[in-house]
């Protein structure tokens, strides 16, 4: 039976670090200085092991274990990432007709000394956050805030980037009243037709048309554990075969790691993680994602206005794979 | 097709001839059955006049899905048809359009690489020859056999909706049931005008999935074409029986400039 969770899979390395706590508590307890080096010893050891085993872990993750990490908690959300890669960021609200949805966030930011908008899904970390950002599925105020944010991104000439983190759209009453698939789509044409370059990444969570309501950029990137799905792998278990439990089948079926979105040619480019996944290390894996970031806006600058929609226009009309012939 | 079947909205035993008659709207209840998308044809434009175009198109299971190209034989055994959409060249009302017509007997009317490149066809050839286009969508959603191409076709269709405002070609999309998930939020919902049959469910979110999101009680008309409409989303509901006289008139008055008044 495959782990539900990142924490139940992750478990053995919690344990690990558990054991080492204990041993450094004994080792600044014990008076004996022969019997304190023994035990030092005994941790570098341990702690040599245990780099080991989290660099064997992450470089195996199947499909199922990469959605369990995708959807880890500690992972950097956008506010977290925008944090690390920007020196300024002023969050504008609201969509100016319902009003504002905390699980889309953004505004205009420097990035490494150049203006830009970023924007993203948020999602929360503990109870009270994760409800106030709705587990980071948008509705329509979001997606409507979000063309507003773009337009004006347009106006003032500035690239845009879009961090993509969301389990899926919000499914719920209300969400289907204010024409949730409406948003969406109407949020996909406006991106396209910006005259800005646009940069997207998947960070953690690409779920379906709730993702790519906000991520058809010039530039697609993908975090190297993120994921990217037409639908939750649980959820296409549960359709196919009637069986919600069946995520990891699913998970692999669908093909939905970076590695595979780049051999489909969905996405441009699978930016490397540190050691242990972007949680272990948030800041390297903001810093490393701000090198792509930067990288692909250098790539779009030489493009006018004109050539960054034509480019938009083929890169998605491209998309998919059919037979034609007799 | 056997010779009767019972209506899903009154539960009456109705027969074959009396439905042919109606394009299998229940004489009792107004219930609107499905249609294929022959049917569709025939029911809608001027009589022999469609033309299909891209008609070799086919899935050719790019991710090696489990049980899918069983699937697709079976839908095409079914069927008759390759994928879910049908495409092509029409008249209308005596007036050229470009068309495509989803069918809901082909897997569900999915949306995978094939029902998304016809799609887009079928808007960018309206756009280049200067015709309206007019799109019958009946679909669950992008199709998840093909995973993450499936989605791609969002804004691969969308793309194709673009080039029809660009190029001031009037684009109408007719729901029929059911237009969900992802065909609602990509070209769907982005079209000029929208008009839907009665009593067709339209929704992003199918039962199953927000159930699993925990999403609970829900109003009774929630996911019918009346609760769109009712908030903004549709501009009209419209009966099968008038639906070719709606379509033919506002292909006429929205392409004036195209036809030449």
Known sequence: MAAKTWKEWEKPVLELQEGIAKLSQLAAKEADSVRRSALEAKIAEYERRLANYIDTLYSRLGPWEKVLVARAEPRPYTLDIIQAICSEFIELEGDRRFGNDPAIIGGPAVFRGRPIFILGHQKGRNIQERQYRNFGMAKPEGYRKAIRLMQLADRCGLPVVTLLDTPAADPGVESEARGISEAIADSILAM?????????????????????????????????????????????????????????????????TAQSALELGLIDRIVPEPKGGAHRSPAEAARLLGDAIEESLAELDPLSPDELRAHRYAKYRAMGRFSEGV | MA???????????????ELQQSWKVCGHCGWHHRLSARERIEATFDPGSFEELDAELRSTDPLGFPEYADKLAAAEQKTGLRDAVVSGTAMLGGLPVCAAVSDFAFMGGSMGSVAGEKIVRTLERAAETRRAAIVFCASGGARMQEGMLSLMQLPKTIAGVQRCREAGVPYIAVFTDPTMAGVLASYASVADVILAEPRAMVGFAGARVSKQAGVGKVPDDFQMAEFAHKHGFIDRIVPRAEMRDVLAALVRILGARLYGG
């Open chain 2, 3 to 17: 010779e009767f079947l019972k209506c899903s909205g009154c539960g009456r035993v109705l027969f074959h001839t």
């Open chain 1, 192 to 256: 396209l037709g910006l005259r800005v370059p646009t940069v997207s990444a998947v960070i953690g969570e690409g779920g379906s048309g709730g993702a790519i309501g906000i991520g058809v950029g010039n530039r697609v990137l993908m975090l190297e554990h993120a994921i990217y799905s037409v639908i939750p792998p649980e959820g296409c278990a549960a359709i196919l075969w009637r069986q919600p439990e069946r995520g990891d089948d699913a998970a692999a079926a669908l093909r939905l």
